[in-house]
């Protein structure tokens, strides 16, 4: 396969570029344009080049709105309603994170809720932000429909990522981001376009009954982790930041891939805690004392521990792309 390497800024221009050109204020697109190349760095490919022709087309159709600015309102000492306005969710989530690294001072704890909003991208990048800070941070989202009530057939939910940071003494945050079904969606996609099966126990089909068809699949449900335990969280998810924000149910938004219909019009919740005050100051301590304990033992890692060296790879080498998807994205542009 032909590749193509591009520095991080050359890749950032160029996706900026090609929001523009698809009716994208300058400010947005810069913000969505980092996103996604950040998600592309990380390995997270879902969440990154492969988003940009949905988001144009999205961006051209007004599904999503790319000239509008998200807007802030502080209902409480500690919570801020924060409205994306259809809009992209990156500026929404940049004014949502600025304003609880300034609120937690003082309240030690702070929350955030989205409101109309979109897909996210790396959830992790967020609550990474957060914990650069010194602040614990965590993040729930909903999503368009995929899983179904434990025992239905018929899909409700979301696949509803979820993430988690920690801050670390003098070294990078740890940081968890997982969605709530068995797999990702892209790979049943990809098995029902290369007419491969699938491992049984990823999903249903239309009937409700497990299926290896991968064709049957992408026409049914996921399934979620820990099958009736995790049908249970998916639905807590939901409720946080769905019923919470007042946004769209999964079963009520539409997709994140097409430009059909009106915005998906989701929700997001973001919390921000301030370890020092409820640890007595010794949260760092414990913390390195809990890894330390896992870390002893032959074979264990921590979450995320490989991200270190491919954001240093992507910056010393540069981002290597297939010359098709170049193509692709000049033609965007």
């Not at 509008?68 to 409205?83: G, I, N, Q, Y």
């Not at 301030?274 to 010794?282: D, F, I, K, N, T």
Request: proline share 5%.
């Amino acid at each position: 396969m032909e590749t193509v390497t591009l520095s991080i800024d050359e890749l950032t221009e160029l996706v900026k570029a090609i929001l523009v050109a698809h009716n994208t204020s300058e400010a947005n697109a810069a913000e969505v344009a980092s996103a996604l190349v950040a998600a592309e760095i990380d390995g997270q490919r879902g969440h990154g080049l492969s988003r940009i022709a949905s988001y144009s087309a999205q961006a051209r159709s007004g599904k999503v709105n790319g000239q509008t600015e998200p807007s802030v309102d502080k209902t409480a000492l500690s919570l801020l309603r924060v409205d994306a306005n259809h809009g992209f969710a990156f500026p929404a989530f940049s004014r949502a994170i600025d304003e609880l690294m300034t609120t937690v001072k003082e309240t030690g704890v702070a929350m955030a809720a989205i409101t109309h909003s979109h897909h996210c991208g790396v959830m992790g990048h967020h609550v990474e932000r957060l914990a650069n800070a010194g602040l614990i941070g965590l993040v729930f989202s909903n999503s368009p429909k995929a899983i179904a009530p434990w025992g239905g057939k018929d899909a409700v939910f979301g696949t509803n990522p979820i993430a988690f940071a920690v801050p670390r003494a003098n070294q990078p945050p740890l940081v968890i981001d997982l969605s709530l079904s068995k797999v990702a969606r892209g790979k049943i996609k990809v098995a029902a376009e290369e007419g491969k099966p699938i491992p049984e126990g990823w999903a249903l089909g239309p009937d409700g009954q497990a299926t290896t068809d991968a064709k049957a699949a992408v026409s049914g449900t996921m399934l979620p982790m820990g099958d009736a335990k995790g049908a249970t969280l998916v639905l807590m998810v939901e409720i946080l930041s769905a019923a919470l924000t007042a946004s769209h149910f999964g079963f009520e938004a539409s997709s994140f891939f097409d430009a059909e219909g009106p915005s998906p019009d989701i929700g997001q919740l973001i919390i921000a805690i301030s370890p020092g005050p409820l640890s007595g100051g010794q949260f760092a301590e414990r913390l390195e004392t809990l890894f330390s304990a896992i870390l002893e033992q032959p074979g264990t890692r921590l979450p995320g521990s490989g991200k270190a060296a491919m954001r240093k790879k992507a910056e010393q080498d540069g981002i290597e792309i297939s010359r098709t998807v170049h193509e692709g994205l000049l033609k965007l542009r």
